[in-house]
């Protein structure tokens, strides 16, 4: 499986665009880029996923690089409730291909 | 909201007790899943049930003993843990174990 880094932590001012990277320069190319995040101590919420093209829903947008190897959740206008652990995870498609691989993700700080 | 909910969402035992912890979901999905996020650490799978077969075990200490009765259900029964089980207990489903899997609010175990 393909490793993820991201930032250890992040601040955003309320109201901004957070904008949240991950280097997934080892990713192949039948493997999903997924976006959780886990405000505290609460079960991991999905947010959005992508293969190749960007993505966008009423959560968020998904815009990964032509090469694949990172990518960049976007929250268009954060608010103080988005503060949370956002987690990147690449995850193979096909048959019996279940397994997420956690890291420690970003803790996103939204500031008022 | 996630359609998968979980009880008891905080329990406390000794180390000779046993429990169980329930996962429901609503969502018509056929896999289910246990995950552990002790502190600090990052969310390990634990078990995973497809069309109520389980198709992964962790290599979990045989204290934690799941069950899944049904594609809707999902239990962890405990005994004779350690304090070093405590931990968040997350329970998650997907249509089918290649699909995006949603996650429970998880029950906080603490033995003593």
């Known amino acids: 499986d393909a490793k993820t880094t991201q930032p250890t932590s992040m601040d955003c001012a309320e109201g901004r665009a957070a904008n949240l990277p991950c280097n997934h320069s080892?990713?192949?190319?039948?493997?999903?880029v997924y976006w959780y995040r886990q405000i505290h101590s609460q079960g991991p919420q999905y947010i959005i996923h992508g293969l190749k093209n960007n993505e966008t829903n009423e959560m968020a947008s998904l815009i990964i690089t032509e090469d694949r190897k990172s990518s960049t959740l976007i929250l268009p206008h954060a608010t103080l409730r988005d503060t949370a652990v956002y987690y990147c995870i690449v995850r193979p498609r096909g048959s019996g291909t279940y397994k997420y691989i956690f890291g420690t993700g970003t803790r996103l700080k939204v500031l008022a | 909201e996630t359609g998968v909910t979980q009880t008891p969402r905080h329990l406390v035992m000794g180390m000779t007790n046993k429990k169980s912890l329930k996962c429901e979901q609503h969502l018509g999905h056929n896999a289910m899943y246990w995950y552990k996020q002790s502190a600090k650490k990052p969310l390990e799978l634990m078990f995973v049930?497809?069309?109520?077969?389980?198709?992964e075990n962790n290599s979990v200490p045989s204290r934690f003993s799941p069950e899944c009765p049904n594609s809707s259900h999902l239990f962890l029964h405990l005994h004779t843990l350690q304090p070093e089980d405590s931990a968040l207990y997350l329970c998650?489903?997907?249509?089918?174990?290649?699909?995006?899997?949603?996650f429970g609010p998880g029950t906080r175990l603490l033995v003593l």
């Open positions: 080892t990713i192949s190319g039948n493997e999903y």
């Open positions: 998650a489903s997907s249509q089918v174990t290649q699909e995006t899997q949603y």
């Open positions: 049930y497809n069309f109520k077969e389980q198709t």
